[in-house]
């Protein structure tokens, strides 16, 4: 309807069905652009090779890893319960969230 503005997404789901639709090859991604194209490529998991080794990250395993490209942060979360935020830049510590559970 014109003149009503449409309710902003609360939830990933509720993104997912407001947005999933949009065709990224066709969205001005500006300078996000080839940021945005490497991160859709497969990976070859047979020939990748370790870039940075992060010891003491979290106390026992890391469950889950994410890349998020548009802050250039790597993001770790861990059966410690805790999430961190990597520099990909230096790989230095730049934040932490206490879940209290383990992170999955």
Not at 10 to 31: H, N, P, R, S, Y
Not at 82 to 103: E, G, K, M
Request: net charge neutral.
């Amino acid at each position: 309807q014109k003149g009503r503005r449409r309710a902003e997404p609360q939830t990933a789901f509720e993104a997912e069905e407001m947005w999933g639709d949009i065709d990224t090859t066709k969205v001005d991604l500006g300078a996000l652009a080839p940021r945005i194209l490497q991160a859709q490529k497969r990976i070859d998991v047979h020939r990748t090779r370790p870039v940075h080794r992060m010891s003491n990250s979290h106390e026992g395993y890391v469950r889950v890893l994410g890349w998020d490209v548009f802050r250039e942060l790597l993001l770790s979360g861990g059966g410690d319960g805790w999430i961190r935020f990597w520099s990909t830049t230096d790989y230095a510590l730049v934040d932490a969230i206490n879940a209290h559970h383990s992170v999955r």
